[in-house]
């Protein structure tokens, strides 16, 4: 699959609802960075009137997850992956929209290379910050990913 913002778009229609009915939306994806936003809304809002974290982490994974995509896409391989570790810092209420970026694409390739040669799943760190309409960084995700060429 081409791994593009409309076709991400349709595939979490069909196969990830829950982040689809949220507002997840990806923006923009390259080999190197992937942007997703998320807008606070009535679905996926908290009792204290800003964004429930699940929903902010929800949006997160998804700007790291369509890196790996779009990495293993390019690679024409076979590749297992999977969150092993997750860690979130909330810093300011969420609310408006929530940009969340990714620009560990490198770090992926890496890893997938890595995977080829040793035949050893390899895990690669990173972090998606999200931020708010001012700019502001309102909380920051961490994940792990495991990847192995099979």
């Known amino acids: 699959m081409k791994i593009t913002p409309r076709r991400i778009t349709l595939y979490m ?4 609802p829950l982040g689809y009915l949220s507002g997840v939306r990806v ?5 190197t960075a ?9 679905m996926n809002q908290n009792p204290f009137k800003s964004m429930f974290w699940a929903a902010q982490g929800m949006a997160a ?5 369509v890196l790996v995509m779009k990495a293993i896409a390019v690679s024409k391989e076979n590749v297992s992956m999977l969150v092993t570790h997750q860690e ?9 929209t929530i940009v969340f970026s990714c620009a560990g694409g490198k770090e992926i390739s890496e890893a997938l290379k890595k995977s080829r040669e040793t035949k050893e799943g390899q895990v690669v760190v ?3 910050e999200g931020k708010n ?10 994940f792990e990913w495991s990847l192995k060429v099979k």
């Open 13 to 16: 229609l069909f196969k990830l």
């Open 27 to 31: 923006t923009s994806i390259s080999e």
């Open 34 to 42: 992937a942007e997703v936003k998320i807008k606070h809304k009535w």
């Open 61 to 65: 994974e998804m700007a790291t997850a």
């Open 88 to 96: 979130a810092t909330f810093f300011k209420k969420a609310t408006g």
């Open 126 to 128: 990173l972090s998606s």
């Open 133 to 142: 309409e001012d700019g502001v960084v309102v909380s920051k995700f961490i």
